[in-house]
């Protein structure tokens, strides 16, 4: 289960799975809906933003094919995100996140 495959681009590849495993568990598991909220706050924020900045894509309608492009968008926007303006929910799930990041969690940039 743990053997090294060859990656694709940008795949990310959890080194220490017992380490990731064990924090996941005791940091983002217990958080869930917390974390629900927090994504669902920003992509509430930045869905009508985008869609208005490209509608389409390859002939398909937002978010169809913009993946890559709403998954730079969250990032940049957890990185500058002021959590006092988040709701209690959301604001648990944003920190359950920086403490998994702080003690060594993966969480994959795609720059």
Request: proline share 7%; charged share 20%.
């Amino acid at each position: 289960m743990n053997e090294l495959k060859p990656l694709l681009p940008n795949e990310p590849r959890v080194m220490n799975w017992a380490f990731e495993d064990d924090l996941t568990h005791r940091l983002l598991i217990p958080v869930l809906d917390g974390l629900e909220s927090l994504f669902l706050g920003i992509r509430a924020e930045l869905d009508p933003k985008m869609s208005c900045l490209r509608p389409t894509k390859n002939n398909k309608p937002y978010p169809l094919g913009q993946c890559l492009e709403i998954t730079l968008a969250v990032e940049k926007h957890l990185n500058e995100m002021n959590s006092a303006n988040l709701s209690a929910s959301a604001a648990q799930g944003y920190a359950a996140l920086m403490a998994f990041k702080k003690h060594g969690g993966s969480v994959v940039s795609l720059r």
